[in-house]
């Protein structure tokens, strides 16, 4: 495990941020935290990192008690924060430069890493440029290069596409990709499912300063009852059909949204074809049939009762 935490407590006053919060990880994976604003993300990865003291538990980062003044395991460490923290009187390649020089002492090999940086996040054109000159995207961008130009063996990168355009955002996941596959460890935090699907192997779903779950993805939706919706739109069907459509194998629940019918299935193969029996049946028209596998949406509803996005 290259991270390791147990029981982690941290109060602001009366506030619990985190409440026996835990979490490893394993070297080489990328790890996603996901949860809904609030939930105490931000809060973990700066008591793991010894920026924030806290209440109660033990961190272990790299085999070793993580500790303010743990220099060796630090320099091994790359951040990327939450808000872009930048120096807005050193230009894009002076900041890297700067953050880069924290941890690598060797002029030549610092030139080298922080050229690659500025490679890696796309901003060659712009390394003469000051911070308050780039677009959002290209600010977040160099906030990366900031992080990473040491080029850490573990990556902690708080919600970097936040307020990004699509392109920058593309280029930003890229790029984790490929830290990841050059083997950087990373531990990606967001309240973006697509880019959790996308990233990650494993996922730590948060809510109110605790782990609920962790697991793939695949094992997360097994987790939980639901195991495929029905999405229909039908033209003028009464309750009554409503009603008799929870007795069809295997429905748990059918709820309207907007224009469409959810029809919730546990598990079962035939869903579709039962269906469409029971719609032949009744004599019923639809406009629309699709069907769809649970999201981790629908695994954070179920195990919450509440949406993930705000
Ligand atoms: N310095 C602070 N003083 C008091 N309360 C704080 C402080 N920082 C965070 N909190 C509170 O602690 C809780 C966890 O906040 P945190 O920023 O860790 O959440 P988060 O999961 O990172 O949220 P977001 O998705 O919005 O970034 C929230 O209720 C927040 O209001
Ligand atoms: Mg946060």
């Known amino acids: 495990m290259i991270v390791k935490v147990n029981n982690l407590v941290k109060r602001y006053k009366e506030l619990i941020a985190l409440d026996h919060f835990n979490m490893e990880v394993e070297e080489g994976e990328i790890l996603g935290l996901l949860g809904p ?3 105490g993300k931000t809060t973990a990865i700066n008591c793991i990192l010894s920026l924030l003291n806290f209440d109660k538990g033990e961190i272990e980062v790299l085999g070793k008690k993580m500790t303010p003044d743990s220099y060796d395991i630090k320099k091994q460490i790359g951040l990327v924060p939450q808000e872009v923290s930048v120096f807005e009187k050193l230009t894009v390649k002076e900041n890297i430069d700067y953050f880069c020089g924290l941890y690598i ?8 890493y922080v050229e690659e ?3 890696f996040v796309g901003l060659k054109k712009y390394e003469k440029f000051y911070p308050k000159k780039l677009s959002g995207g290209l600010k977040r961008r160099l906030n990366i290069a900031c992080g990473i130009a040491h080029k850490p063996r573990l990556i ?8 990004v355009d699509a392109q920058s955002r593309n280029f930003i996941l890229d790029g984790i990709k490929k830290l990841n596959k050059e ?40 987790m939980i009852t639901t195991s495929e919706k029905i999405i229909v739109g ?14 069809i194998p295997h429905v ?12 919730k299935f ?26 769809q596998l649970p999201s981790l949406n629908d695994v954070f509803l179920e195990l919450t009762g509440k949406e993930l996005r705000d």
């Open 117 to 119: 940086a500025i490679e």
């Open 105 to 112: 002492e060797d002029k030549n090999l610092r030139e080298q």
């Open 156 to 163: 902690f990168l708080d919600e970097p596409t936040v307020a």
């Open 234 to 247: 039908f033209l003028n069907i009464e309750d009554e059909t409503i009603n008799k459509m929870k007795n």
């Open 252 to 263: 748990i629940d059918v709820e309207k949204d907007d224009e469409y019918y959810i029809i």
């Open 266 to 291: 546990e598990n079962g193969i035939n869903n579709l074809a039962n269906l469409l029996e029971f719609i032949k049946e009744n004599n019923l028209t639809y406009t629309k049939l699709h069907s």
């Open 183 to 222: 083997g950087s460890t990373i531990i990606y935090t967001t309240h973006y499912l697509e880019e959790i699907e996308m990233l990650c192997k494993r996922i730590i779903i948060m809510d109110n300063g605790k782990s609920l779950v962790s697991g793939t993805k695949e094992e997360l939706k097994a």
């Open 37 to 39: 604003n609030g939930c």
